[in-house]
């Protein structure tokens, strides 16, 4: 199946294709202590089991250390996040010295006795804190050792950023830009992780980051407006004759549900113009990457079964709801082809 870029990928393909003009060194970590690493790999994996159900129960799927890589991964973007969402203080300055850490790292591979920067409480209570240095740790390790492009991780942090500064988005090229700076460059980076048969996994994964992205965009609509975030495209808005004030008021009629039906439509599309890079992975993390994808699409069946309430409602697929989808999954890759 040949892939047709449409024009607003265009752009993000040019930027993910920079990440593998990356050159890698052959040097290995020094002589860091194991112990201190296996408490840096076991942090992430608390991080990861407390605050993404989803994440955590896919990357339960992978072989043991490719598995640990990803909860590496997912963990240091939780804090890159919270460093933005949570963190109280000076939050560009926090970012910037997390994205100096994370780097500075790779020329001096160690563990201070005391964090460099402060732990991260989060905002549900007795949840896991973050322990940035612990994090920048296992992230240097997994990095190194599935040779991830230091390109993906810089598009992150950045993409973050853009959280400080920009609150509204005028239409969906703005916002897929957006979505590949947060989202994208997470599934890029677990293409490394997970292995790829060719370059051609990228605009499949490109297109699954945006779709992902979108998930949570339209999850989490009252949520973002109450921190004075809103990522709906503004053009969209305006075609469907919603303004900003029906978005504070919550109210869902008519014109409301026809563009969240819009919306989803059109990340399903996604998700399923995404769903043929599956088979350019690695056999051993087929299942796992399929089954974040599908779990997470599920979001969109509960925001349609809320009848479209995403003001002060979350929607969310429950435990029972995951497993029972994970048979399904399997059977569907299993005979993917070569």
Not at 56 to 79: G, H, I, T
Not at 202 to 212: C, E, M, N, S
Request: proline fraction near 4%; glycine fraction near 6%.
């Amino acid at each position: 199946m040949s892939y047709q870029a449409v024009h607003w990928e265009n752009h993000l393909l040019e930027l993910a294709q920079q990440g593998l003009e990356e050159e890698f060194s052959e040097e290995q970590p020094g002589s860091s202590n194991v112990t201190k690493m296996d408490v840096a790999y076991a942090h992430c994996y608390e991080i990861t089991r407390v605050h993404s159900k989803t994440f955590f129960m896919a990357s339960s799927l992978l072989p043991s250390e490719k598995k640990r890589a990803v909860q590496a991964l997912y963990a240091f973007c939780r804090v890159s996040d919270d460093l933005v969402d949570r963190y109280e203080g000076d939050m560009q300055a926090s970012l910037d010295d997390w994205h100096r850490r994370i780097f500075s790292i790779r020329q001096n591979l160690y563990l201070p006795d005391v964090p460099v920067l402060p732990e991260i409480q989060p905002e549900v209570e007795n949840s896991q804190s973050f322990f940035p240095e612990l994090v920048a740790l296992a992230w240097e390790d997994a990095s190194r050792t599935f040779r991830i492009p230091r390109l993906y991780a810089d598009q992150l942090i950045c993409g973050v950023a853009e959280d400080l500064s920009k609150k509204r988005y005028q239409n969906f090229h703005e916002l897929a830009t957006y979505c590949y700076g947060v989202a994208c460059t997470v599934g890029l980076m677990s293409m490394h992780i997970v292995g790829y048969t060719s370059e051609d996994a990228i605009p499949y994964a490109i297109r699954l980051g945006v779709a992902l992205q979108l998930t949570n965009i339209l999850r989490d609509v009252g949520e973002d407006w109450r921190i004075g975030r809103l990522y709906l495209p503004r053009e969209e808005l305006d075609a469907f004759g919603i303004t900003e004030e029906q978005i504070e008021q919550g109210i869902v009629d008519r014109k409301w549900k026809q563009f969240m039906r819009f919306q989803i439509d059109r990340t399903r599309n996604l998700y399923e113009e995404a769903n043929p890079g599956i088979a350019l992975l690695d056999k051993d993390g087929r299942f796992a990457i399929a089954a974040a994808a599908d779990l997470y699409r599920g979001i969109l069946d509960k925001i349609e079964a809320m009848d479209y309430q995403v003001f002060n409602q979350r929607a969310h697929v429950s435990a029972m709801g995951k497993i029972r989808r994970l048979p399904g999954i399997w059977w569907r890759i299993k005979n993917m082809g070569e």
